[in-house]
């Protein structure tokens, strides 16, 4: 399929970046290449790529709500493993905690998780999120006050849902018109794409 088309935009969400995976996309012409949210060390020459930085997004962007973040006593993150994501996410989330002295643990899943005051939950995936809402309501947990949830990557449901959920989010609309824009202009060029840290009611 390498003369099919006029650009190949590949997002590389791999369990592992094996040298077959390198090597398949080393024969795709670099004027037709754009990687998104992820670079990938091996791939050569002149290509466009719209990344995100995971290890340092996630622990700078905390920095920014550390006022907030600071009345909880222990951080979680919750961290499936089977689902490909990066691990710089946990190692940015982990290194925040012990730079910045909080208690922390990394959990696979919440569904059998105990949830209790004072503690704080950064959830990736969405069925987590609801179900570390759901637990912290029966225990008439105060979101926000004695318990807090921030969920990974923004969406129209995390505004509304139990007032308001704060987020670690890229600027997806920024990354498409990045990509975008390279596509209409001919141009290749490397983009580190913004992080931020949007708080709502719930830390």
Not at 62 to 80: S, V
Not at 139 to 149: A, E, P, Q, R, S
């Amino acid at each position: 399929n390498l003369g099919k088309y006029d650009y190949f935009v590949i997002m590389p969400h791999l369990r592992l970046e094996t040298d077959s995976v390198k090597d398949a996309i080393n024969k795709i012409p670099k004027e037709k290449l754009l990687l998104i949210n992820k670079d990938l060390e091996g791939i050569q020459g002149n290509y466009g790529c719209v990344y995100e930085d995971f290890e340092s997004d996630i622990r700078q962007a905390l920095l920014t709500g550390i006022e907030r973040i600071r009345k909880y006593h222990k951080l979680f993150l919750i961290f499936p493993t089977e689902n490909f994501y990066c691990t710089g996410i946990r190692d940015g989330f982990t290194n925040f905690c012990k730079r910045n002295g909080f208690e922390v643990e990394v959990i696979e899943h919440a569904h059998h998780h105990e949830v209790k005051a004072h503690e704080l939950y950064v959830a990736i995936e969405e069925t987590d999120l609801v179900e570390i809402v759901k637990k912290a309501t029966i225990k008439k947990l105060k979101l926000g006050k004695n318990f807090g949830i921030i969920a990974y990557n923004d969406s129209p449901f995390k505004e509304i849902l139990a007032g308001g959920i704060s987020v670690l989010s890229t600027d997806f609309d920024r990354m498409g018109a990045e990509i975008a824009d390279m596509i209409q202009t001919k141009t290749q060029r490397k983009v580190k794409n913004p992080f931020s840290l949007i708080l709502r009611s719930s830390v």
